[in-house]
């Protein structure tokens, strides 16, 4: 019953920008590490930001980005509502992918590596042209 959903790809020009939603179903509790990641045809699955998704009182949640998404993509949460979301800023033709949410529950700390998350959304295409 656990789903991720995203929402907010689409096409764009070079410098341009655009903001993805993930939304989630079916997360029990309150310890979740969620995040990104895309995937250009004939590559590897590739990270590019996550977040922890916890209490509050926890602190910010730690973000984390990928050499290629610092200083121009921000993810952010709704703890409530169990979401993240990505703003691309100046996107570039090479962030040209099918970008996925993943989420891993009962999770003490956040994760960089694809195997640690056993949930994952289907994915929504960027494309940016120069």
């Known amino acids: 019953q656990v789903q991720l959903v995203e929402s907010g790809g689409g096409s764009v020009q070079a410098g341009g920008s655009l903001r993805l939603s993930c939304t989630s179903s079916?997360?029990?509790?309150?310890?979740?590490?969620m995040g990104w990641f895309r995937q250009r045809p004939g590559d590897e699955r590739e990270v590019v930001a996550n977040?922890?998704?916890?209490?509050?009182?926890?602190?910010?949640?730690?973000?984390w980005y990928s050499d290629s998404a610092k200083g121009r993509f921000t993810i952010s949460r709704d703890i409530a509502k169990k979401m993240i979301y990505l703003q691309m800023d100046n996107l570039q033709p090479e962030d040209s992918a099918v970008y996925y949410c993943v989420a891993r529950t009962a999770s003490d700390t956040c994760y960089t590596y694809s195997a640690a998350f056993s949930i994952w959304g289907q994915g929504t295409q960027v494309t940016v042209s120069s």
């Open positions: 977040i922890y998704v916890g209490p509050a009182e926890w602190g910010d949640g730690s973000p």
């Open positions: 079916g997360l029990t509790g309150n310890r979740n590490c």
